[in-house]
């Protein structure tokens, strides 16, 4: 089945500087790959997703890259903000289409003042 | 719209004991899913189900079972409970495209002690 690593587990950063975690997926026929954001205390939330069509997708300081030939895909948060203190989860649909969706293990970023 | 409802919030096992947890949404969504998620970890799916009457395993659902007799809800249930179920539980809900994103859950806190 899928399995998806996620580094760096802890990751942080000055305000204002860039942010980026990396994710490998073992099944090559996976073909969505969102990424969650979860809050302190909170639910994970989605905040933005590529498809296995296309390269790259970016929506506002937060866009995400993808690799097919490699199976990794990277999430690159730019001029970071002490709201963006959270902890990430990249995740690859299984390739069949059953739904299926797999988690990596988190990255909790923190973002200095 | 409710979203996805869970209940309890929180609930303290005595080891050996069972319980259900509660999923319900009212999005008509087909796709139901439950995660359980260990402190500092990420997120592990038990069990998913893609439409009424349909269940399949997860990543690690020894211990647990669910059942979908219809749309609305999804139970998970514990039959002897045991310490490293403690964990908190996250179900999930995406409607028919199987690439939508995921709505989860306000999440239940679950101890076994």
């Known amino acids: 089945g899928e399995n998806v690593e996620q580094h760096p587990s802890t990751l942080s950063v000055q305000e204002g500087d860039s942010a980026v975690i990396k994710c490998t997926y073992s099944d090559s026929a996976s073909n969505y790959f969102p990424w969650y954001k979860q809050e302190l205390g909170k639910r994970p939330q989605l905040i933005i997703d590529?498809?296995?069509?296309?390269g790259e997708k970016k929506d506002q300081r937060i866009a995400v890259t993808l690799n097919k030939t490699a199976k990794h895909f990277s999430l690159h948060i730019t001029e970071t903000q002490p709201e963006d203190s959270a902890v990430y989860f990249c995740a690859a649909r299984d390739g069949r289409n059953t739904g299926k969706l797999i988690f990596g293990q988190g990255t909790t970023l923190q973002v200095k003042p | 719209n409710a979203g996805v409802t869970q209940t309890p919030k929180f609930r303290i096992l005595k080891i050996g004991q069972s319980m259900t947890l509660q999923c319900t949404q009212d999005?008509?969504?087909?796709?139901m899913y439950w995660y359980r998620q260990d402190p500092g970890m990420g997120l592990k799916l038990i069990y998913y189900s893609v439409g009424a009457g349909i269940t399949d395993k997860g990543e690690v659902p020894n211990g647990y079972n669910v059942s979908r007799s219809t749309t609305e809800d999804f139970p998970l249930r514990l039959e002897l409970a045991a310490p490293s179920q403690t964990s908190v539980y996250f179900c999930?809900?995406?409607?028919?495209?199987?690439?939508?994103?995921?709505?989860f859950g306000s999440g239940t806190q679950l101890s076994v002690l």
């Open positions: 999005m008509n969504h087909n796709y």
């Open positions: 590529i498809r296995s069509n296309v």
């Open positions: 999930a809900s995406k409607g028919r495209q199987v690439d939508e994103k995921l709505f």
